[in-house]
């Protein structure tokens, strides 16, 4: 009798022994996401870096083992915010001392985890037995093209966009420095000689943004009084080759900086970006000229239906204006009635670089 007791109590043990022992299966429910650089446990791993829905890289999840021991990650599970898919890592897995290890998404879920990281998604680290390790989330726009989302300071701080990934190494955050790297437009109070007079802007102050980014929300332009005044178009007369295709604008308004502003014709493919420096003066009359190598004027032909579109720097409509068929003929020009404020007409005077007259 006492040795069946014994038994039974032996027997009772080893059942609870396996029932102590993790399991791979995950509970469907919320998690916390923690982005404060607090670990969630007191492994010592973190994620430390991901990219996210890359046109030129595969999406890849960096650990990183800040402790001073080797740690044993196998049947270790990563799984985004859904919790219909998670990657088991392979039994033997061990990420070394202060070491880092990259998972690259592998589609067929044989050597990696096999979903994709949206632009807007989660990364969850679960230990064996289910605890959660730790996990980051990001918001459409936080984890761009081109740039990941990791900690700063490497390993232990917050995450935060960064310029430059660093897969499988240490994480860098040049932005606040000062100085311009590559990636960034500005740094700081170092604009980069970028004003917002430079871009065109009337007034304003130009900011610059926390991940290095230029910010002309502050930037005013003018009353964009700045407007198409007149068109020559379609000129085939081989006697007077000093009348190819050209638009005048015309300034009413004050001093206006059009650097940077577009010129387009009815086909949007068909672009003209006026040079820097480029100024038009109050009461100027301002000529562009047809030039087919797109050297010294527009590139694009003027038909004889056609029109004009004058785009700012922000790539706003300033002023248009179309044509058809005989509205702006061989030896006329389409023009403002009055000068530089009326509706368009055909002008049998062609006035270039001066005042419309009917």
Known sequence: MRIRIVLVVFLAFLLCVACGE???????GDYDIDNTGQQTSDYGLVVNE???????D?????????????????????????????YIIPAGTIIDSNSYMVFERDKTGENSFAFGLASEDAVRLFDFSGDLVDSTNWLDGEAPEGK????????SGSFSTLLSPSKGAANQYSCGDGLIDDGEECD?????DLSCASLGFASGTMLCTSSCAVDFSNCVYDSNEVVINEVVAKSTDEAEESL??????????????????????SNDNNVYT????????????????YDKTGLTGFDFGLGVADSVRLYNRLIELVDETSWEEGQAPEGSSWGRIPDGTGSFITLETITKGSANIE
């Open 58 to 86: 595969v999406d890849w999840i960096e650990l990183y083992n800040a402790s001073d021991n080797d740690l044993d990650i196998s049947n270790y599970q990563l799984m985004d915010s859904k919790d219909t898919e998670a």
């Open 50 to 56: 991901i990219v996210a829905k890359s046109s030129t």
């Open 188 to 192: 700081s109070n170092n604009m980069n």
């Open 148 to 155: 990941s989302w990791g900690r700063y300071p490497n390993g």
């Open 22 to 28: 993790g399991s791979n299966e995950f509970v469907d």
């Open 244 to 265: 190819p295709d050209w638009i005048e604008l015309y300034n009413p308004g004050d001093r206006t900086n059009i650097s940077g502003w577009m010129i387009k014709d």
């Open 274 to 289: 006026i040079e820097e420096d480029m100024y038009i003066e109050s009461g100027e009359y301002l000529v562009f000229e």
